[in-house]
């Protein structure tokens, strides 16, 4: 199977920065078309620069905890490409989370930014990914979905309780969805990552320096990895490479999940 995305049309969110837009360039210099998608219209406008309006690269901003938003960036991404094959959830929020107080509404934040919204993205691209399936006359390929979740999925840490809880659903959402749309050729894994140069991570060694040390020292490869590493793990579920691998949860971060957890100030 190759590992080629080359021509193939991805979704990608979260991708004004950190891991997002990493996956973002990876896929457009690996030829795939790119829908760039964020929040932030004023840091992906910056990231997407002065590409020419008629290459493999567009942008679309906008909340997708909006269900409208969802359905006007299927419309741009078609007006574009004319289909999507891959779709890459990316976009994540993280805040800390006071276990003891009920007014504290972080969780449903998180649930809402890091699991619904995700989900309701991954529903609507499958039910476009299952149309453009009608209209081919062989078995190949619908579709990939790959969802970007956390170490903190099976990490306790009571500071990032909504946030561990929002990851771990995410986990048995991709597990969910890829027995739901496995009938129709469209598979759905995760990447679960620690001891990556995330943005939040990159925000959190701002106001914590000494915390790399920390990291470091409980990684066993005793590094923080760049994006890019993890963007290869993302090409690879979303090329026919990984043609049956679905409602797989793929962990990269150094072997730091091998040993004692860190205590951290943020993730």
Do not use: W
Request: net charge negative; proline share 4%.
């Amino acid at each position: 199977m190759s590992f080629s995305i080359a021509g193939k049309t991805a979704i990608i969110t979260g991708a004004a920065n950190g891991i997002g837009l990493a996956v973002s360039r990876e896929f457009a210099d690996q030829g795939a078309n790119v829908m760039m998608v964020d929040m932030d219209e004023k840091q992906l406008s910056k990231e997407v620069g002065d590409l020419p309006e008629d290459g493999n690269v567009r942008h679309f901003a906008g909340d997708l905890r909006e269900r409208l938003t969802i359905a006007n960036l299927l419309s741009a991404t078609m007006d574009a490409f004319e289909r999507v094959d891959i779709l890459v959830n990316a976009s994540r929020q993280i805040l800390r989370t006071n276990p003891l107080d009920m007014k504290d509404d972080s969780v449903s934040i998180m649930l809402n930014q890091n699991l619904l919204t995700s989900l309701r993205l991954s529903q609507a691209v499958a039910k476009r990914m299952i149309k453009q399936a009608e209209d081919q006359d062989d078995d190949a390929p619908a579709g990939s979905i790959v969802n970007l979740s956390s170490i903190a999925a099976c990490r306790t840490n009571p500071d990032l309780m909504g946030y561990s809880m929002a990851t771990a659903a995410l986990d048995q959402m991709t597990r969910g969805l890829a027995t739901a749309f496995a009938p129709h050729r469209i598979r759905v894994n995760a990447v679960a990552f620690g001891s990556v140069m995330s943005a939040s991570l990159q925000n959190t060694l701002k106001e914590f320096p000494d915390f790399r040390e920390e990291i470091e020292a409980s990684t066993p490869l005793g590094r923080i990895a760049p994006p890019t590493e993890l963007a290869d793990t993302v090409r690879y579920l979303s090329s026919d490479a990984s043609a049956f691998m679905t409602g797989q949860v793929v962990t990269v971060d150094g072997g730091r999940t091998l040993i004692d957890p860190v205590k951290s100030p943020a993730h």
